[in-house]
């Protein structure tokens, strides 16, 4: 499977693409940020961000697109912009039949680092241990992109939006089972284990 990571912002955007591999692991494909400038009329910054989500959108083909979900703030401004850009990612992404997964940063630190009140410096880390980097990608908008869609390779049940107009794809299927066993407790997997043998 391949994700695009995107961590909405007005400013900077970040984008990451990531392609699942075996065992849990991943590759990096792609990192950047997206820029837009203050001084320059919400509309056409806007436009720019639109401009450039298309742009990796058509180059690297995904078969997801992770967004963050918004989650309010003390600024409402932040909030208002960081709104209008995800609403961009997902326009694009759906206008390609792409489905869209909404991921809360809590629910990203939980997954990346295993503890949802990780700090973004740990989120980081792990980022560059996963994909086996040198360092983390600067600034952490890119970082945080990456870290998005990684958590959508691992936590993919439950995410996509769009009810039945996006069917998931065998290798979002597969990892959605391998999470679901992983969660299992330990008792109901010796058990599952027990009848299959028995068989």
């Known amino acids: 499977m391949r994700v695009l990571g995107v961590d909405p ?20 494909v792609g990192v950047g940020v997206l820029r837009s400038a203050p001084e320059t009329s919400t509309d056409l910054r806007l436009l720019e961000i639109a401009d450039g989500l298309d742009g990796w959108l058509d180059e690297h083909t995904p078969d997801v697109v992770a967004v963050e979900r918004v989650f309010a703030q003390s600024n409402r401004g932040t909030v208002m ?37 990780a700090g973004k410096e740990q989120v980081q880390r792990m980022v560059v241990s996963i994909l086996s980097l040198r360092a983390a990608p600067q600034p952490a908008d890119a970082a945080d992109a990456l ?53």
């Not at 912002?9 to 990096?28: H, K, N, W, Y």
């Not at 850009?85 to 489905?99: D, I, N, Q, S, T």
């Not at 998005?148 to 936590?155: C, G, M, N, Q, V």
């Not at 769009?162 to 089972?177: I, N």
């Open 81 to 117: 912009e960081t709104a209008q850009v995800a609403g961009l990612a997902m326009v694009a992404a759906a206008r390609r039949g792409v489905p869209v997964a909404l991921h809360t940063p809590s629910e990203v630190k939980a997954a990346v680092t295993g503890s949802g009140r």
């Open 9 to 28: 912002g007005l400013t900077r955007c970040g984008v990451g693409v990531v392609d699942s591999r075996p065992g849990r692991r991943a590759d990096l």
């Open 147 to 199: 870290a998005l869609a990684i958590t959508h390779l691992w936590r993919p049940a439950g995410a996509l939006q769009g009810g039945d107009r996006h069917e998931a794809t065998a290798a979002q299927r597969a990892w959605a089972a391998a999470e679901r066993r992983s969660r299992a407790p330990a008792r109901y997997r010796t058990s599952v284990r027990g009848k299959e043998g028995a068989r």
